[in-house]
């Protein structure tokens, strides 16, 4: 993960040594190399996609392949949301990592302070898929696309809603493989110390529209943005909401800059008609 990027551009290669020494780790060996045991834990994955991500817009501005040398808008799903602060001059790429690094920590404590579960929700409404998670006290974790919905909670309560769902004719609920019950209230630990850290931290007004998860819309006001990231860390995602504005606000194509083509997956299934790229390697960037 990101291997090409340091190879092949300096400036993506800067911000990689630029993280070991704020982490006090060597984030590029983790990156790189693995193991992937290590890689997906929570707090190295947050601070590994957010230098990713970074990492990507760097190379592509490198290379002018930004036009008039700045996106207009921006936006991320969850630690995402991070990472397009970043992009927008909210706070410097040290503070960023320095806020991703203690989310992640925050989050894994959280995580392993509980037995939380998490699963998706294929093809259903947001309304039944909202009583089903008031049925069963779990919350509605993710909307991230027409018909995908992710529900989280205690695992005992997600793994009853997902048999009662597949008993009432559900098309598709399929548990998922995670650490914990994110973006839901099990992680209000994380939240109360999360905002109490973020308090020390200076934010400034963005360069260009940054859509916050908590509303779908976008937020401007340095206090707003960072109440809205500590309200995400136990509120729903709204990242479809987050889509449709943007588009709405004026964006004409969305660039995807992390691993694994998910959000453009998830672009083309909200609306087919929207142009779409997705940036993970070096390669891609002349793609």
Not at 220 to 244: F, G, H, N, T, Y
Request: charged share 20%; aromatic share 8%; hydrophobic share 45%.
């Amino acid at each position: 993960m990101g291997k090409s990027l340091s190879e092949s551009s300096a400036a993506a290669r800067a911000l990689y040594e630029q993280a070991g020494h704020v982490l006090g780790w060597d984030l590029a060996k983790v990156s790189f190399e693995g193991p992937e045991a290590d890689l997906t834990q929570t707090k190295v994955c947050q601070p590994a996609l957010f230098v990713h991500g970074l990492a990507l817009l760097a190379a592509l501005q490198e290379q002018g392949k930004i036009p008039a040398g700045e996106p207009q808008f921006a936006l991320g799903l969850s630690l995402g949301e991070v990472t397009a602060y970043a992009a927008a001059g909210v706070f410097d790429f040290a503070t960023g990592l320095r806020i991703v690094a203690e989310r992640g920590r925050l989050m894994q404590q959280a995580c392993e302070q509980t037995t939380g579960g998490m699963a998706a929700v294929i093809g259903e409404e947001r309304e039944k898929v909202s009583e089903l998670c008031r049925e069963f006290d779990i919350e509605a974790a993710n909307f991230n696309a027409p018909g995908q919905i992710i529900i989280s909670g205690e695992k005992s309560k997600v793994a009853a809603a997902v048999e009662a769902a597949k008993a009432r004719g559900s098309k598709k609920v399929i548990p998922l493989n995670v650490a914990g019950a994110y973006h839901s209230r099990l992680m209000e630990p994380a939240r109360a110390a999360f905002a109490a850290f973020l308090a020390t931290v200076p934010f400034a007004a963005p360069r260009f529209q940054v859509f916050t998860n908590t509303t779908g819309q976008a937020v401007s006001e340095p206090c707003a943005i960072k109440a809205a990231l500590v309200k995400q860390v136990v509120s729903s995602v709204l990242w479809e909401d987050c889509m449709r504005s943007a588009a709405a606000a004026g964006a004409t194509e969305f660039w995807e800059l992390g691993p694994g083509g998910v959000l453009a997956g998830l672009a083309r299934r909200t609306e087919k008609s929207w142009p779409v790229k997705s940036f993970a390697e070096f390669s891609d960037l002349n793609a």
